[in-house]
């Protein structure tokens, strides 16, 4: 997607030819910064301090990481422990392990000559199929937009929680892959950006992107959107995942439960939008099995902005001596979810829906 | 309740006999201040710079507010400019303009001379009176907190959105006052205290006064209820109301709905503490009559905390670009709503559990 008419992906390979850039996201929104990756731990360091996030980004980065090793010392043992670095990296990412294992076992069998540069076409060819694969979420999703605006005959309004947009993936996204589809083709859209306490990517990230691409936006409180519900001003709700189980439950960032319980109240359509490696097809029920990350009380007790002198600064919004919690994700019952956007298409949210497009799991 | 040990009102008398005294509610939790009103213009001022607000509290000031305008000059012309602006510095609030008109009333017909004591006096009995009926919300929602910790044996968990706590009245609170009384029993209680985005009245002023009265609280991203509802953590939402319609619908700070719908999906009891003046009883139909304030974007797009320098500072934490909504309130229809703990005792939602507990209003 484009920043201020430039287009962009999240990360790259320099024209140098011995390095790779990514867009520094701890830094964003309030300044576009480009490091460069030019080694194995540069690599780490970028995935582990969320310099990059988002599971397909942290995969594309990390395979990228593999061929950044191997550039300084193509041997068994280098391999062997760039692959394990890296996925130590962040555990919990499942798409990290799932490429930097692709990377490895592609370029294993062959001569210590070769395996730089494959592991580098190889890396490539990952971020590429992220994209499209995250292009074709965007096409499938197209539709639900086109509906919407010929049935209303204005101008849409869709609501959408945390960042599951470009800056999530290597390109398009995955929740906002359809509203840049629409964009595109000069479907009116208006996007309801939550800000998604306690971490705001809604705030930092998707309002950010939305506004360098050109897509119309407003920023509110998450407490926000029933309301607006109420009153008719959402169309259609789609949001990322992190977990969806073979039954259609729904894990994603805290807070998406509240909006599919409003979006159902209300009779308005909530989809979500997620690349079928997100599905995990062992587990049946998403309240029970789904673990849930407790992250630190300082994401919410301390927030970070920009002062009135320009700096950027962290602040404090809790008495010091009251405690925080701070359950970072929660799981929506499919019973609440309208369907599914995938790579293969739409459907509903059901083993009978998720099986009907990738039967290989039947 | 307590500070620190020490028994305080939101508002009272000082010693001096001839001023009122506040605590600074904008510079909490980062400062206890409490401002001396020796004027008409420092009760205003105080009202609507927010200095206090709830409005049981800005009744109560208000009603001083007239006292201290007496004291300077205790003419016709002077009551009915005083009455007028104190109406004025906040008109939304309908106790703001009940308490001046009540201290107007009584103070009009008696000779100049003896109209400032009057005043004090009639201010003090509205003072005492919310305290009261506060009191007589906490005893009535007390069995509700007994029965939880009856039934489950063990410290009973209570959400809350914003603050209905007893800086929202003179003394007790609203929503808070059960939770006061339990503790005050001796009844083990743990407050989930939602932030409360974009203002953070929970995270600012409900973390802070439970802490320094010393009751049991975790802070939480209002995006948070939903989950820890799913597993089971927690027994019983209260929160207050701005305005409730004679069919039972709940205008209340924006989010509160949200909360209502999980609490609902999860069967977990939602109750609404309020007292009676907070009937609207010509509304019927509370989504459709009940007019929103639209508040300004720069509560969503800044915060203010303590910085690492121990400053009190405001940042930007949303792109300059993006722009912010901000409705303050949203309503939860009755259906979702357990039932209202009011001065007079419990009753149902309902027009029928209203009118059965205000008969006159039948």
Same mark, same amino acid.
């Given at each position: 997607?484009?920043?201020d008419?430039?287009?962009?992906?999240?990360?790259?390979?320099?024209? #140098?030819?011995?390095? $790779?850039?990514?867009?520094?996201?701890?830094?964003l929104?309030?300044?576009l910064?480009f490091?460069?990756?030019?080694?194995?731990?540069?690599?780490?360091?970028?995935?582990?301090?969320?310099?990059?996030?988002?599971?397909?980004?942290?995969?594309? =980065?990390?395979?990228?990481? $593999?061929?950044?090793?191997l550039?300084?010392?193509?041997?068994?043992?280098?391999? +062997?422990?760039?692959?394990?670095?890296?996925?130590?990296?962040?555990?919990?990412?499942?798409?990290?392990?799932w490429?930097?294992?692709?990377?490895?076992?592609?370029?294993?069998?062959?001569?210590?000559?070769?395996?730089?540069?494959?592991?580098?076409?190889?890396?490539? +060819?990952i971020? #590429?199929? *992220?994209?499209?694969?995250?292009? @074709?979420?965007?096409?499938? /999703?197209?539709p639900?937009?086109?509906?919407?605006?010929?049935?209303?005959?204005?101008?849409?309004?869709?609501l959408?929680?945390?960042?599951? /947009?470009?800056?999530?993936?290597? *390109?398009?996204?995955?929740a906002?892959?359809?509203?840049?589809?629409?964009h595109?083709?000069?479907?009116?859209?208006?996007?309801?950006?939550?800000?998604?306490?306690?971490?705001?990517?809604?705030?930092?990230?998707?309002?950010?992107?939305?506004?360098?691409?050109?897509?119309s936006?407003?920023?509110? @409180? *998450?407490?926000?959107?029933?309301?607006?519900?109420?009153?008719?001003?959402v169309?259609?709700?789609?949001?990322? +995942?992190?977990?969806?189980?073979?039954?259609?439950?729904? !894990?994603?960032?805290?807070?998406?439960?509240?909006?599919?319980?409003?979006?159902?109240?209300? *009779? =308005?359509?909530?989809?979500?939008?997620?690349?079928?490696t997100?599905?995990?097809?062992q587990?049946?029920?998403?309240?029970?099995?789904i673990?849930?990350?407790?992250?630190? !009380?300082a994401?919410?007790?301390?927030?970070?902005?920009r002062?009135?002198?320009? #700096?950027?600064?962290?602040?404090?919004?809790?008495?010091?001596?009251?405690? !925080?919690?701070?359950?970072?994700?929660?799981?929506?019952?499919?019973?609440?979810?309208?369907?599914?956007?995938?790579?293969?298409?739409?459907? @509903?949210?059901?083993?009978?829906?998720? $099986?009907?497009?990738?039967? #290989?799991?039947?």
């Amino acid at each position: 997607m484009k920043i201020d008419g430039t287009p962009y992906r999240s990360v790259w390979l320099d024209p #140098d030819g011995t390095s $790779v850039r990514i867009i520094d996201q701890t830094r964003l929104p309030w300044a576009l910064e480009f490091p460069r990756l030019t080694t194995l731990d540069q690599s780490i360091h970028a995935i582990r301090a969320m310099q990059v996030r988002g599971a397909p980004l942290i995969g594309a =980065v990390a395979a990228f990481g $593999v061929w950044l090793a191997l550039r300084a010392d193509p041997s068994d043992a280098a391999l +062997t422990r760039a692959a394990a670095a890296l996925i130590a990296a962040r555990p919990t990412a499942v798409n990290l392990a799932w490429a930097v294992r692709r990377v490895h076992d592609h370029v294993a069998p062959l001569p210590m000559y070769d395996r730089a540069d494959a592991a580098r076409a190889e890396a490539m +060819t990952i971020a #590429d199929e *992220d994209v499209a694969q995250c292009r @074709a979420i965007g096409e499938h /999703g197209l539709p639900l937009i086109e509906g919407c605006a010929r049935e209303n005959g204005r101008i849409v309004n869709i609501l959408t929680h945390c960042n599951a /947009g470009w800056l999530a993936t290597v *390109d398009w996204g995955t929740a906002l892959a359809p509203i840049y589809c629409a964009h595109e083709r000069g479907i009116a859209v208006h996007v309801w950006v939550d800000e998604t306490r306690p971490r705001n990517q809604g705030a930092s990230l998707t309002a950010w992107e939305l506004a360098r691409h050109g897509i119309s936006h407003t920023v509110i @409180a *998450d407490n926000a959107g029933g309301h607006l519900m109420q009153h008719g001003r959402v169309d259609l709700v789609i949001t990322g +995942t992190d977990r969806v189980t073979r039954t259609g439950d729904v !894990a994603n960032k805290i807070g998406t439960y509240l909006k599919a319980l409003a979006a159902y109240d209300n *009779d =308005v359509p909530f989809w979500v939008a997620l690349p079928s490696t997100t599905i995990d097809w062992q587990a049946r029920d998403g309240i029970r099995e789904i673990p849930i990350e407790e992250r630190p !009380a300082a994401e919410v007790t301390t927030i970070t902005g920009r002062g009135m002198d320009g #700096d950027v600064t962290t602040i404090r919004i809790v008495p010091k001596d009251s405690p !925080a919690a701070n359950p970072a994700f929660d799981v929506t019952p499919a019973r609440l979810i309208s369907g599914f956007i995938t790579e293969r298409g739409r459907c @509903a949210a059901s083993e009978d829906g998720l $099986v009907g497009l990738f039967p #290989d799991h039947a």
